[in-house]
């Protein structure tokens, strides 16, 4: 899968609460019923190409996304030159960033695609280092996907890493979460070695998420 150009509109241009999305009602010219279903089918089919393409979020999107809901998120901001990520560092402020390039693969940190920098000359540096490339990771295919940007984030004290998830198994075609005190870093490898460290909990697509499950999930990641 080629990733998105980072020059795109951003995701909240695209998905937002109480806006028109790629599925809103379409009022169709009364010319007959069959023009009328042909032309319904067309645009149907144009809307799901634009929405298949648009739901490939970059982590700076997603981001977005988890702020405009009131999620806490580190400060951080995107880069497309070596200049912008060290103007970026001097306004975030701090004394370390993370320069992370933004691609649609996971394994970014192994494969040398997250790097920590401490000042904004070295930020600089490592953003040049990695726009234009191709980042190849164990889920990126051996012909890599390209760093169009990079997303310089303030650097944080971590207490605990924990894994939450939300995938669609195939086999019972519902979208299940997974939680895990192991973190995502390794989560593959936790998955092979220690599944018992993972939780999970399939939604009925009729009732959707219940109460009791949230607190399935919170119990197994010890939240207060």
């Known amino acids: 899968m080629q990733g998105v150009a980072c020059k795109r509109k951003p995701v909240s241009d695209i998905v937002r609460p109480g806006k028109p999305g790629p599925f809103a ?18 645009t149907h089919r144009n809307y799901r190409a634009a929405w298949s393409r648009s739901m490939n979020l970059h982590e700076y999107q997603a981001k977005q996304l988890f ?14 030159s070596p200049e912008e990520a060290a103007a970026h ?26 790097k920590f920098v401490k000042s904004a000359e070295e930020a600089a540096a490592v953003a040049k280092s990695l726009l234009g490339t191709q980042l190849v990771t ?12 990079v997303l310089i984030d303030s650097a944080a004290q971590i207490a605990h890493e924990l894994y939450l998830s939300a995938v669609v198994d195939r086999g019972t075609r519902r979208v ?15 998955a092979a070695h220690t599944p018992e460290k993972i939780f999970t909990v399939a ?10 499950q949230t607190r399935v999930l919170g119990f197994a990641l010890e939240l207060d």
């Open 176 to 190: 299940t979460f997974m939680a895990s005190r192991a973190g995502g870093m390794d989560i593959e490898e936790v």
């Open 67 to 80: 702020s405009e809901y009131g999620v806490p998120i580190l400060p951080g901001k995107v880069a497309r």
């Open 203 to 212: 939604v009925d697509p009729v009732l959707g998420l219940q109460d009791y």
């Open 89 to 114: 560092v001097k306004a975030l402020g701090g004394t370390g960033w993370l320069v992370k390039a933004q691609v649609h693969a996971g394994g970014r940190g192994k494969a040398g695609g997250v």
């Open 138 to 149: 164990f889920q990126s295919g051996p012909g890599g996907q390209p760093v169009d940007c």
């Open 25 to 42: 009602r379409v009022a169709l010219p009364v010319t007959g019923a069959s023009h009328a279903r042909a032309a319904a089918l067309s």
